[in-house]
Structures are given as structure tokens and as C-alpha cells.
């Protein structure tokens, strides 16, 4: 066979390679490297989220490559509020498997920034990191608001709140001021006090839910100084808010500052507490009209109180108002004031029309009385309610006081409620129609079911008709008288002090006990009543309301409640005073009547009380408009089973946070 050519050149090439490289016949052979040593790494399958929400839960996937050992990834989550940076589902996962973490439910201020870690199980030096803001929705509160809360100190004594705190849009309270009714353990007196506020945060959930913490720098004051809050978002001015920092058990209204103008003409007041030198529950209600610039002369001003079962009527009253501080608030001297004392107020501005009061003359503890309320302006209306006519159309009140039914042996009233819900008509010529009421008293023991099981408390759930007269001083001070058919037993007929606030505005109310002859209910309390709409009185939609509960401890709550119309169901989540947060709430509930009227039932763990154990409540529900209404416990004395539990509360409609919030 030939050889090619070509083959042989290469050969013989070859072989002449070899011999130049002399010294013999061995071959040099040299091996190809080894290839280089794969590190272990890992990253994430996808980018993470930058942001989210409060219990906006998000996955993450973290992938390890060149692991031999396919050991997996481990987990941690870390942010600068230890304790409160979310959960992750597991602190382990293997690699390309997906973890969830969710944000904290509540943040500390507006914003809060967590790193997630993720490390390659198999040698921790090889990590990514992911850094998540979580948002809240503070950007919906912004500007200077007026709170107010009334309830119990730690002490059960009886406590008022109020102040203006200046929230900056992203969380922080950057200054306010506050007064502050309590009891001094150290001197053992009702006390009041002003400070100024130091800072503080405040957070709104996505579901409308938040809270707000205040620094007072004065360990007096809250829990070594700061006070906390809990609240349920209804629009951008207004929330219903409770103190939740085991220092106090009290409810109550934020509402935006609109005005800071000087107030004048008259204003109506109601206001309860405690008389500090009898000790004994006091409230009062009336009008003062300031008719020249920072005088009340006495002209259009007069006062009633209410001293635990006592009335003093028809006190003259005059004195002066200073003009609004940096926060809106005013002093307001009244004097002679109530039972010839002195008395004075701090006003914390809302607008034109509407101040908080917190009375402020007993910063030694030697003062008149430890009261808060509220006052309403007149406005054009001042001077004119010459009649009966003034007073005209449907109306629903809510009513909240003390049962007198059983003083202490040391004269000391002990710790019982009243309450008191209802609707009538007043047809412009001083009578009183369509009225109906629920209305109870805690430690009332005069009707017979009381004698029979021994269980303490009084039900009047029943119609009523009236009458009512108003002045022809064109002050717009009047009294209304009810008269029961078929009447409880034994018989019940309550009187009402009503002051008068304009056509279609609502009108404030003073409780004047029980006028049978043997006094068979007696109580005090203050309250107002709304102008119930025309227009139909539905329900249905988002709402928040608060909520004061009393069978020897007093609770206050906020929640958030959704009301199914397609079901009439009722499903949220309920905050208290007492620190149990994110309650389950639910009920179911009847369509309302004609006239407002409607049963519901509620049930939420955070109603358990140690005696009785309950936690669902039947209550009765009065709508005043599509908006608003009052609803009240009715199952203190149900024979099937008794709560011995009286609650009073108040709903309004919500605005979402945000769109797609709940």
C-alpha cells in the first residue's frame, strides 16, 4: 500500500522534534491543569420587594450553587426596634425554596426599615441581604389634632384627658400640650395638671387601626411619662380613639384643628367628674355667652349641676376667656361659678364651633372639681330660643352617668353605671312623641326580678311620651319630662335639662334623676342628643366605633367592623384598655326599623370579664343617620342568663386608608 505524502512529513517531523530535544530516548510529557475549586454562593432567585405594608406578607427565594453537601439556605430578619420586626415561616429552607416573611402588624412611627439575610447553610460567610421599608399610612393624619378621653385612672378614680398634638405626616408627634385630671397617690387628691408634650410617634394600619404614643417627660403623667393610645381611623379629621397604658381605661375623640379663632357668642357645656371636697360624682351642663371680646358678662349664661342626686338650678354665671395659645386652647374663669365656687376650664379649640373641656382649678388638689366635657357654639342662633318651636324634629340621645342606687357606708358612691339610649319626636309646641328607650342601671335593686334572683341591675326598655318647656330668655336652656306607657315597676319618670345649640344641630343634655316619689332610679350623667335623618336609616359598610364596658372594672375599646348586608353579619377587630389587641369581633344583626331601631349581638374574647365570664353581648342599636348612631348592652338582666355587665358605645362610618384597603 502506498503511504501518502503528507503522512510521512508529519512523522518524519516529528521524530525530528524528539531527537532535538537530546539526552536520550525518554518522552517529556506535560498533563493539563486540574480545573479551579467551584466556591460555594447563593443569591436570590428574584428580586425582593423594596416595600410593603403592616402584615403585607412578601416570599423570598434564595438559590445556592456548587454545594456538595446540598445543606440549604438559613434565615434571619433584623431591624433597629428589636422585638418587632415580623416573622419569617422558617428560619430554614433548602435552596430554590420559597420563604414568607410578614411585616410587623404595628410599627413604632410611620416607617421601618428590616434586613433579611440569607446565608448558604454550608459556610455562613456567603450571604445576600435584602432591606424592606415597611409603610404605614401616616400621611393620612397630618397637621394639629384635639384629643379627649374620659374613664378610670389604675386607681378606678375617675379620669379626664385632653390636649392637641401636632402629627407631621410621616409618624411623629413633633410638639402639643395636654391636661391631665388624676389621682396623686403621693398626696391622695384629684389633681390637675398642664404640660407641654415632648415628641411622641403615632402609626396607622392598613386597616385603620393605629396607635399614638405621647412624651410628657413628666413621670407623673402615663406610664413614667408617655402616654399610649389606641385608635380606629374614620377620615382624615376625626378618629375614636382609648387610652391603653394600664395608667388609665378611657375613650374618646381626635379631631382635626380648623380654627384657632378667639370663640365668642354663646356656647353650650355639659360636663361630669368628681366634686373634690365631697368626693361624690358631679356633673353639670349649661350656656355661657361670651358677649364682648374675652368677657362672659353673665347676660344669656346660666348653669344647673347635678351633685350625685342633688340639683342646684338656674346658677348665674360670668367670667372671662383668654385668647387661644400656639394649640388652640383657652382659659375660661367662671364665677360665681357652681355652688358659689369659682371653676375653671382649659378649652382645647376643634373649630369655630366645638371645644373639648377639662376643668383645670384644682392643680393643688384644694379646687372645685375634677370634670371634663364638652361645649358647642350657638353661633347666629345665640340669644334666639324664645320657644318651644325651637326645639322640633326627630331626634336620637345617647347617655352615660352613674347608677346612686348604693352608696358605700362611708357616703362614697360606689362604682355603677348608668346608660341610656333613645329616640323621640318633639313636635315644635312642647310635646314629647314616638319616644322609645333602653335604659339600665347597674346597682339598682328596686324592680322585682332584682328581689327574686338576687342579681343587682335595672332594665327600662320601653315607650315613652313627654313634654318639654324651654325659656323665653332666648338662652336655649329647657327640661323635658317622660312619662312611660305601659310604666316599669316600680314606676320610672325621668327628667332631662337640654341646652339648645341651632336649627339642626345637635343638643346637649344633663340627667336630673328620677322625680317619683320614692326616688326609685337615681342616677346623673351627661349626654347629647343628634337630629335623626330623614333620609333612610340604614346600615351597612365599614365602620369603627368605641366601646365602655363596667361590671366593677371599666373597660374602653376601639375596633374596626364591617357590616355584611347580603348576610347581616358583622366581622373586625377590637383593641382594649386593658391591653388585648387584635380581637376577633363578630355578630349578626336585624335590619333596622323604621325608626332606627335594631337587634345585634357581638362576640369577641376581649369582652370576658372575670364575674360574670361573658363574651358576647346583646345590644340594641339607634341610627341616626346612614353615618352614625349609639348602641347599648340589653343583657344585664336577660333571665336566660344574666351578664350584670352594662356597655354603652357609639359607631361611625369609615373612610379606607387607602384604595383596596379594607
Known amino acids: ?88 415561616s422558617s428560619l430554614h429552607t433548602s435552596s430554590g425554596q420559597a420563604i414568607t416573611y410578614t411585616p410587623p402588624s404595628t410599627l413604632s ?69 395636654q391636661t391631665v385630671n388624676f389621682l396623686d397617690l403621693a398626696v391622695g387628691s384629684l389633681l390637675s395638671k398642664s404640660v407641654p408634650i415632648a415628641g411622641g410617634s403615632y402609626f396607622l394600619g392598613a386597616d385603620g387601626r393605629g396607635t399614638i404614643t405621647v412624651n410628657t417627660n413628666d413621670p407623673e403623667i402615663g406610664l413614667n411619662g408617655t402616654e399610649t393610645f389606641r385608635f380606629v381611623f374614620l377620615s382624615s379629621s ?39 371636697s365631697t368626693t361624690l360624682p358631679t356633673a353639670f351642663g349649661g350656656i355661657f355667652n361670651i358677649d364682648s371680646p374675652n368677657t362672659i358678662s353673665g347676660n344669656g349664661s346660666i348653669s344647673d349641676q347635678n351633685l350625685a342626686g342633688a340639683l342646684a338650678l338656674r346658677q348665674t354665671l360670668s367670667g372671662t376667656i383668654s385668647n387661644p395659645d400656639a394649640f388652640g386652647a383657652v382659659t375660661i374663669d367662671l364665677s360665681p361659678g357652681f355652688a358659689g365656687a369659682p371653676v375653671q376650664f382649659i378649652g382645647y379649640i376643634v373649630d369655630s364651633t366645638h371645644m373639648k373641656l377639662i376643668e383645670t382649678d384644682n392643680s393643688s388638689g384644694t379646687g372645685f372639681g375634677s370634670t371634663g366635657g364638652i361645649a358647642i357654639g350657638q353661633g347666629p342662633a345665640t340669644g334666639t330660643f324664645t320657644s318651644v318651636a325651637a326645639l322640633s324634629g326627630d331626634y336620637v340621645f345617647g347617655m352615660l352617668g352613674d347608677d346612686l342606687s348604693i352608696p358605700n357606708i362611708l357616703g362614697i358612691f360606689e362604682q355603677s353605671t348608668f346608660t341610656s339610649i333613645g329616640r323621640f319626636t318633639a313636635n315644635g309646641s312642647g310635646n314629647l312623641t314616638h319616644g322609645f328607650t333602653d335604659t339600665f342601671l347597674q346597682g339598682n335593686c328596686a324592680q322585682p326580678s332584682c328581689a327574686q334572683t338576687g342579681i343587682l341591675g335595672a332594665k327600662i326598655s320601653g315607650a315613652f311620651t313627654g313634654t318639654y318647656a324651654i325659656g323665653n330668655t332666648g338662652l336655649g336652656r329647657g327640661r323635658a319630662l317622660f312619662t312611660f306607657s305601659p310604666q316599669p315597676t316600680p314606676a320610672f319618670q325621668p327628667q332631662f335639662f337640654f341646652y339648645l345649640t341651632g336649627p339642626g344641630s345637635p343638643v346637649l343634655l344633663l340627667d336630673g334623676g328620677d322625680l317619683t316619689v320614692n326616688n326609685n332610679y337615681p342616677s346623673m350623667g351627661v349626654g347629647i342628643a343628634y337630629p335623626q335623618s330623614v333620609a333612610s336609616l340604614t346600615f351597612g359598610g365599614t365602620y369603627g366605633f368605641s366601646l365602655v364596658q363596667q361590671n366593677g372594672t371599666e373597660v374602653n375599646s376601639t375596633a374596626q367592623l364591617g357590616a355584611d348586608t347580603t348576610v347581616d353579619t358583622l366581622s373586625g377587630l377590637m383593641d382594649t384598655s386593658f391591653g388585648s389587641f387584635d380581637n376577633d369581633l363578630t355578630g349578626s344583626f336585624n335590619a333596622p326599623s323604621s325608626n332606627g331601631r ?31 348612631g349609639f348602641f347599648v348592652e340589653t343583657d344585664l338582666k336577660d333571665p336566660n342568663g344574666p351578664s350584670g355587665v352594662v356597655s354603652f358605645g357609639y359607631y361611625a362610618a369609615r373612610t379606607p386608608v387607602c384604595a383596596g384597603c379594607p
Open 1 to 88: 500500500m502506498a503511504t501518502r505524502p503528507w503522512i510521512l512529513l508529519l512523522v518524519f517531523a516529528a521524530i525530528s522534534m524528539l531527537a532535538g530535544c537530546g539526552g536520550g530516548s525518554t518522552a517529556n510529557v506535560q498533563n493539563p491543569p486540574p480545573p479551579p475549586v467551584q466556591t460555594v454562593s447563593i443569591a436570590f432567585q428574584s428580586v425582593p420587594t423594596g416595600s410593603l405594608q403592616p402584615s403585607q406578607p412578601t416570599n423570598l427565594t434564595a438559590v445556592v450553587n456548587n454545594d456538595a453537601s446540598n445543606a440549604g439556605v438559613d434565615w434571619t430578619v433584623a431591624c433597629q426596634v428589636a422585638g418587632n420586626c415580623g416573622s419569617l
Open 109 to 177: 412611627g410611620n416607617t421601618l426599615t428590616v434586613n433579611i439575610v440569607a446565608f448558604a447553610t454550608a459556610d455562613h460567610t456567603q450571604n445576600v441581604d435584602a432591606a424592606i421599608t415597611i409603610t404605614a399610612f401616616g400621611n393620612n393624619l397630618t397637621g394639629t389634632y384635639v384629643l379627649q378621653v374620659q374613664g378610670v385612672d389604675a386607681s378606678l378614680g375617675r379620669y379626664q384627658f385632653a390636649g392637641a398634638i401636632v402629627l407631621d405626616g410621616n409618624g411623629q408627634i413633633t410638639s402639643g400640650k
Open 238 to 276: 376625626q378618629a375614636l380613639i382609648a387610652q391603653v397604658d394600664s395608667t388609665a381605661s378611657a375613650s374618646g375623640t381626635m379631631d382635626l384643628q380648623t380654627s384657632v379663632n378667639t370663640p365668642s357668642g354663646g356656647y353650650a357645656f355639659v360636663v361630669s367628674g368628681t366634686d373634690v
Open 598 to 628: 335594631f337587634a345585634a349581638n357581638l362576640s369577641s374574647q376581649a369582652f370576658e370579664f372575670t364575674s360574670p365570664i361573658t363574651s358576647s353581648l346583646t345590644t340594641e342599636f339607634y341610627v341616626i343617620d346612614p353615618n352614625h
